[in-house]
């Protein structure tokens, strides 16, 4: 993406596209799998953890991003694809490497809508799958 093009992806979301908005942004879509607020430390050497802190909570409360629990203890956050709000369709299956702590998206694999019982809406779902990953298993 491109300066303008993520300016307007944050500005559909009702997100204002401050420098370190687009920062936090770029680097997500640039990691291309879920990340955790110390992976975007580690990659944003420049910018310090509570402002990356601040921009995740709003990118969640906007629908910008999505926050998922791998059980690791630590909470990962992946960009949404929808325009509007997170759909079931970005709620895919994810894989957490219990050897090096990575999550990965199974884009191909989307998980099957759940009939909840009347007056029950679902918000999100949560797919993870743990295990090795192809690297780790190679070791």
């Given at each position: 993406?491109?300066?303008?093009?993520?300016?307007?992806?944050?500005?559909?979301?009702g997100v204002?596209?401050?420098?370190?908005?687009?920062?936090?942004?770029?680097?997500?879509?640039?990691?291309?799998?879920?990340v955790s607020l110390t992976e975007?430390?580690?990659?944003?050497?420049?910018m310090d953890k509570s402002s990356i802190f601040r921009?995740?909570?709003?990118?969640?409360?906007?629908?910008?991003v999505h926050a998922i629990e791998d059980g690791s203890g630590t909470m990962k956050y992946e960009v949404c694809s929808g325009a509007d709000r997170c759909t079931i369709s970005?709620?895919?299956?994810?894989?957490?490497?219990?050897?090096?702590?990575?999550?990965?998206?199974?884009k191909h694999i989307h998980i099957p809508e759940?009939?909840?019982?009347?007056?029950?809406?679902?918000?999100s779902i949560?797919?993870?799958v743990k295990g090795v990953c192809p690297e780790c298993g190679a070791k």
């Open positions: 993406m491109n300066e303008v093009n993520d300016s307007e992806a944050l500005e559909k979301k204002k596209p401050t420098a370190n908005r687009i920062l936090v942004l770029r680097a997500m879509i640039a990691a291309g799998r879920p975007l430390e580690t990659i944003m050497e420049t921009v995740l909570n709003l990118f969640v409360e906007r629908h910008v970005d709620m895919h299956i994810h894989f957490y490497c219990e050897t090096c702590h990575r999550t990965f998206c199974f759940i009939c909840l019982p009347e007056g029950f809406a679902v918000n949560n797919y993870m």
